[in-house]
């Protein structure tokens, strides 16, 4: 098989890339929007295809509850379903089967959980969590892994190590859908040796992408920064580097920084949701009553869709009404200021000038 | 003033006319979707746009509670505070204060009533409800008017009518925004006599239209339909007649054929939420567990967004997982097969064959 990944740019450790899915190409750095359950919530793929969203990432646990990876490879696989021409990537539900603490249980083959829809008893193991994903059709699959939590001792972190290898392995011995790419996971915690340590392990097998998993799970900002300062500089150059979860325009910068190639995180649409809404260097809160006789934009001078169009006036109106709209315009809004820092640090690495860019966007304190 | 109204084609009892606003101009027959809190639930103004619509309704009660009339205005009045650039009628705030049993007090003066948003004392007169109108700056006005029960007797019929008479000639003396036409309301239940007496006291007013009110408040549809198919063709010729909260797509073809030429009713978006769409001749309801594998779209052929797109299976999915989407989705298609029946109608009219397009949209049997 053909590179699908090749770096065009470098500006210290961070890296400009072009990723070929089988849905188009991807330019990296990229913010991966997250649709959990086919649907990045509040917008249709319309929407995405109008913030120039080149892939999502959809959640292979809660697909495979409702509507059933079977149902949506029977009716063409996720892209025909959630009619998105464009990439996907799709976690492998370890994340999702190890929040359930206290209801799930693990064992060397794999995890017993209750689903969260009709507390029915679930079951994932590698095989099957990479052939769920098969049956999706996802453009890049992960490798299910045991993430541990943030307060974990070095002893369960050895553990959940040594397990996300050999379920790594597992996981590269399934046959993919054709032309799907898989990624694996590196766990470790904040411990850098731990961290250092699997990185090899994982980097050892035939995976076409290598992801951080287990941060941004409660640890301190600093201590997350810390990590991937030191580890992302060390991941397999010619593959692309993925960080999971994560995070804030100031993290994101930090990561790009240090050569991280894709992100994945909630935080905009669901910050979104919660009046949380975010212009240049911080955010505002659409709750606050200052707003609702505001006649600007959330920011004067955004080209989004939202503030072309609507004033905070009117989003303080439709938050505190529960307006279904509001969720929309505010997801529209925030997605499209992750999505431009990300396209302007990928510009700013291509052009040499990415630590000027980083004090530009008002994030240099953080990163 | 010039007459804003002309009809330009006759076919039976029905019309094709044309509505001049300070917005625009409004064919009709037409339908408007309901935008009671300054928004058509789920869509954004660009939406409805694209949906080719002409004139929305909103709510004068729930925009005097929220976020307040005052406030609209130093926004720079409706238009702007929901970036809506064509036309708005608002209603009077009379029926949503009506309907607002054992809570409320009527004298010869006005209405005292509780706010539905945190229970304080308001009150409503002819004067506050059109200077409130003024104050959001719809293109067209509502009359106050008292709006009986479907089970009201002959007596409370009758002193509905006396106070309505009243109140709309306070109406009409008070001073209206720039432009901004006023329509008077017909009351008189499904007596059929007291309905004619009330057109004619109504009809000799100085309004620029002419409503009928109180009906689809829980009567039969057949009772509805034999007030219309009466008093409609009994509604001044010159000026344009609005049947207010209905109703089914039947409903809207037998107005049609008796001269309605305005509708607003919030069944198409209400059944879009509620997992109600419309096909020709009918409805489906999401809900149902057949549409969960079922690959077609809502309507074969249908051109909407949602069908040219998305199917039932991906639909059913939204629904049942709850997912914003879903509501928009569901609503840019009924509020598409309603927009399309009435102009449909329209064309009908034009070309003298409206009793052929009812047989062809299948909906002979109630109109």
Not at 184 to 205: N, T
Not at 216 to 231: D, K
Not at 295 to 309: K, Q, S, V, W
Request: hydrophobic share 40%; glycine share 10%; proline share 6%.
């Amino acid at each position: 098989m053909s590179v699908p990944f090749v770096v065009q740019a470098r500006c210290g450790d961070a890296r400009a890339g072009l990723l070929q899915t089988n849905h188009g190409p991807v330019e990296t750095p990229v913010f991966m929007p997250v649709g959990t359950q086919a649907t990045v919530k509040s917008l249709a793929s319309g929407d995405l295809e109008a913030l120039e969203v080149r892939i999502v990432l959809a959640n292979t646990y809660h697909l495979a509850m409702r509507p059933g990876a079977r149902l949506v490879r029977d009716l063409g696989g996720l892209h025909a379903f959630m009619a998105w021409p464009r990439a996907i990537l799709t976690d492998s539900g370890g994340y999702q089967v190890f929040s359930q603490k206290g209801r799930r249980k693990i064992d060397d083959d794999g995890v017993t959980f209750h689903s969260h829809v009709d507390g029915s008893p679930q079951r994932l193991t590698p095989e099957s969590a990479m052939a769920i994903q098969a049956d999706l059709g996802s453009d890049i699959a992960m490798a299910f892994d045991e993430c541990p939590p943030s307060d974990a001792s070095r002893d369960v972190l050895c553990r959940a190590m040594e397990r996300t290898t050999r379920w790594a392995r597992r996981c590269v011995a399934t046959t993919p859908a054709p032309g799907q790419l898989r990624f694996g996971i590196v766990q470790g915690g904040a411990d850098l040796g731990l961290r250092a340590e699997h990185l090899a392990e994982i980097a050892g097998l035939s995976f076409d992408g290598v992801a951080l998993g287990g941060l941004s799970v409660g640890e301190p900002p600093e201590t997350m920064h810390a990590v991937v300062r030191e580890i992302a500089p060390r991941m397999p150059a010619e593959l692309p580097r993925y960080l999971m979860g994560v995070g804030t325009p100031a993290d994101l910068l930090v990561a790009i920084s240090s050569g991280i190639d894709m992100f994945d995180c909630v935080m905009p649409t669901r910050a979104a949701r919660n009046g949380r809404l975010f212009v240049r260097g911080g955010h505002i809160n659409i709750a606050n009553a200052v707003h609702c006789i505001a006649a600007l934009p959330i920011e004067e001078g955004c080209p989004c869709e939202t503030c072309r169009r609507y004033s905070r006036a009117y989003l303080a109106h439709l938050f505190r009404v529960k307006e279904i709209l509001y969720y929309r315009l505010a997801t529209l809004h925030n997605l499209h200021h992750y999505l431009a820092l990300v396209r302007g640090a990928r510009r700013a690495i291509v052009e040499g000038r990415l630590p000027e860019y980083v004090v530009e966007r008002g994030l240099a304190g953080a990163a």
